[in-house]
C-alpha cells in the first residue's frame, strides 16, 4: 500500500470511529427506547456499510454486534426495538456471514422473549444457508417449529437435518423420531432410524435404536388393528371383547405378533394398544398432558 492510502485509510476508520461514538452519546442521552429505535432504524445497509468500510467488514461487524449486545443487556426491549435487533443482526451477519453469535442470540431472543418467530426464522435460515455445517441452527429452527408453531413434520425435518451433522448431541435421531411421530408419520421415523442403526457401529446404540423401530413398528401394527376394531364396531354395533374374537369370526387370519416382545390388546376405552409401548412415543410438550 501506498504511503498516502495509510492517511486515506486512517481519516476513514477516524471518520468511521466518530460517527460511532456521536451515535452512543446521541443514544445515552435519549430518554426513551423510540429515541433509540429511531437513531438505530437510519443504520445503513450492509451494501453500503461494506463499499465504505475498505475490506473491514469483520472490524464493522464486530462493533454494530456490541451496540447490539449493549441494547438487549441494558434496556427494557419493545416490539419496535425487537424489530431493530432484527435489522441490527441482519446486518452484523451480512457484513460477516460467517459470525455465528448473532445468529444464535437472535435466534433466541427473538422467540423466547418477542415471540417474532417469523424473524427469527429468517436469521436462523440465513445462518444455515452461510453456515452449513453448524448443526444448532437447524435445531434452533426445529425447536421454533416445535414450539411456537406447532408444525412437528417441519420441525422433524429441521432436528434430522441436525442430527445428521458432525458434533450434534447423541439423543437428537431420538428426538426427530419422536417429532416425525408427533406429525404421525411413524414410516418416516423408522426409515431415519433403520438408517442409524445399519450405520451404526456400536453395539449399545444399536441396541436402543432397534427397540424404538420395534415399538414405532408396534405403534403401526396397533393403528391398523384399531380400524378393523372401528370397523368391526360400524357394522355390529359394539366392539370385539378382544382381538381374538376377530380371528374367531374370520376377520383376521391371526393377531399379529408384537416385535417388541409383548402382546396387542383393546383398553377399556376401545384403544388397541401394545403392551410393550407407551401410550404416546412423541415429544411432550409444555402445556401437554
Known sequence: MKPGWYAVLALVLVALAGTICSL????????????????????P????????????????????????VQHMGERRISGRGYDWIYTALDTVTSMDPRFIPPYETGGLILTIEAEKVDLSNRLLEKGMLNNPDVWQFPYYLGFN????????????????????????????????????????????????????????????????????????????????????????????????ADLSALVRE???DRVPEEPSGGYYYIDNDGVVRSSKVEKSLGVHTLGSR
Open 24 to 43: 452512543q452519546l446521541r443514544i445515552d442521552a435519549s430518554k426513551g427506547e423510540d429515541e433509540v429505535v429511531e437513531e438505530f432504524m437510519r443504520l
Open 45 to 68: 445497509d450492509a451494501e453500503y456499510l461494506k463499499a465504505v468500510s475498505l475490506g473491514f467488514d469483520e472490524m464493522v461487524a464486530d462493533v454494530l454486534w456490541l451496540k447490539a
Open 145 to 240: 417449529y416445535s414450539y411456537f408453531l406447532k408444525d412437528y413434520k417441519r420441525a422433524a425435518r429441521y432436528i434430522r437435518r441436525a442430527a445428521e451433522m458432525e458434533g450434534s448431541p447423541k439423543y437428537m435421531p431420538m428426538l426427530a423420531s419422536r417429532l416425525f411421530v408427533q406429525a404421525d408419520d411413524t414410516e418416516t421415523s423408522i426409515g431415519f432410524l433403520q438408517t442409524i442403526y445399519e450405520r451404526s457401529s456400536d453395539e449399545r446404540t444399536r441396541k436402543f435404536v432397534l427397540d424404538r423401530i420395534n415399538k414405532l413398528r408396534a405403534l403401526n401394527t396397533a393403528r391398523a388393528l384399531q380400524k378393523v376394531v372401528d370397523r368391526y364396531k360400524e357394522i355390529n354395533g359394539r366392539r370385539p
Open 250 to 252: 374370520g376377520i383376521i
